[in-house]
């Protein structure tokens, strides 16, 4: 659903973002350069020298991370109150009950070359059921999987009583390049000539083919009615949804019948698309609320100030970041006007080497990691320290922090700790 993506123990360089919602990425390595226009820029918070802060004698404290089993973006759903899960449930249901038959024998196109190849596929009462379009149930609906094949490789047409799908695609073995063409075709129970004018087919952009006609041409002539075949549509389970068993098998008898081409229409929007159409789920509304909550959540975790350093590296002695309140404001956690929220991305680091701790007013995140250059395997450390307005030490058992399948790392604390006994405020 999300675009985000599990990423937890990738590797790679520290200013890459994994987060596809997000339209900046920054450097880690630059501690210098500004931010990108976000919510709050770097010169929002002063960035001083270690040295003098970290020789303090005050006892630190560590907090413990707990590994949270959901993502970020579903957390966040949580928080603002969008019914991701529900909707996409709802989604899958459906996406299950219209693909059934696309995972069957009968409509899977099989390459001319095999000896099977003549059959047709008759398809009868208990068969047709299976293809009855579930939101409009005058339909039928044959679906393809055609992911393999270029769009206009693929050609339908009518003969008689029957409609044939083809299609060629380009393969490799070895060196050789071959040119394979597969085909099937599919025989309906009406004694009448199908009309080519009532048929329609569409390609979707995640390789999904649709076939559709009114169930009326299907059945014509025959003493099979459309009650009969919703009735039955009605009663079944989509558990027990037509196997290939249900439709017949026979050889190919040579008729004389004029062909007529389908037209295939190239539809811009998925078939996922569709279906959430069809069936009134609204994934898309609540998707691009969440892309504009995800915007705002993760706008300070693109900022310099909350991307871990390298503590090799020269501005090392420049690791702690002062928070005042502007910076500070940018913190506040969204849903909970109480807390502050620091994010950071964290996915080229396993969660164990992950280490936060608290020091007087001061918080630190330190972790480690291994990277590569040539053959040479090298132990990274990064770290970063963050100073708080509060005089007072901050409560450890205060602080809490979670770490997410898609690479957040969280840490939050109630707003009064981090300015207990000054005279900021952080109201709008």
């Known amino acids: 659903m999300s675009d985000l993506v599990d990423q937890s123990k990738g590797t790679g360089d520290t200013s890459a973002s994994s987060y596809s919602f997000s339209s900046s990425t920054s450097s880690s390595s630059s501690s210098s350069s500004s931010s990108s226009t976000k919510v709050v820029k770097q010169s929002s918070s002063t960035v001083k020298s270690s040295s003098s802060v970290l020789s303090s004698s005050t006892s630190s404290k560590s907090v413990g991370i707990k590994s949270s089993g959901q993502s970020y973006s579903d957390r966040v759903a949580s928080d603002h109150g969008l019914d991701m899960g529900k909707e996409v449930e709802k989604l899958k249901l459906k996406m299950n009950e219209e693909m059934a038959n696309i995972h069957q024998d009968m409509f899977q196109l099989m390459p001319i070359s095999s000896p099977d190849a ?22 039928l609906k044959l679906n393809f999987d055609v992911n393999e094949f270029e769009s206009e490789s693929i050609n339908i047409k009518t003969v008689g009583n029957k409609i044939e799908v083809h299609a060629k695609k380009k393969s ?20 009448n000539a199908v009309d080519a004018g009532n048929v329609s087919s569409s390609i979707y952009k995640d390789g999904v083919l649709t076939i559709e006609l009114p169930v009326a041409d299907a059945i014509a002539g025959t003493d099979v009615s459309l009650n009969q075949l919703q009735s039955a549509l009605q009663s079944s389970s989509s558990s027990s949804a037509a196997q290939s068993s249900a439709c017949t098998v026979r ?3 040579s008729t004389t019948t004029s062909s007529k081409s389908v037209g295939i229409k190239s539809s811009g929007q998925s078939y996922l698309d569709r279906i959430s159409s069809d069936f009134g789920i609204d994934v898309g509304s609540e998707m691009e609320r969440l892309k504009l909550k995800m915007n705002e959540e993760m706008a300070n975790i693109h900022q310099d100030m909350f991307q871990l350093m390298p503590i090799s590296s020269p501005d090392v002695a420049n690791t702690l970041v002062r928070l005042d309140s502007d910076s500070l404001k940018s913190c506040i956690d969204r849903a909970h006007g109480d807390r502050l929220k620091l994010n950071f991305d964290v996915h080229e680091f396993e969660s164990e080497s992950i280490h936060i701790k608290t020091d007087g007013n001061k918080i630190e995140v330190h972790a480690k990691k291994k990277s590569k250059k040539g053959d040479e395997e090298r132990n990274e450390e990064f770290s970063r320290v963050y100073e708080l307005p509060t005089a007072n030490a901050v409560d450890a058992g205060n602080v809490t922090s979670s770490i997410y399948k898609d690479g957040v790392l969280t840490i939050e604390l109630p707003v009064a700790d981090a300015i207990a006994g000054t005279s900021v405020s952080l109201d709008p």
């Not at 003549?118 to 339909?139: A, M, P, Q, Y």
């Not at 073995?173 to 009406?190: A, C, H, Q, W």
Request: hydrophobic share 20%; net charge negative.
């Open 251 to 253: 050889s190919s008898s």
């Open 172 to 191: 490799k073995k070895g060196d050789e390049e071959r040119n394979e063409e597969f085909s099937r075709v599919y025989e309906l129970p009406t004694q």
């Open 118 to 139: 003549e059959k047709h596929v008759v398809l009868n009462s208990d068969s047709l059921k299976s293809c009855i379009d579930k939101t409009h149930g005058d339909r």
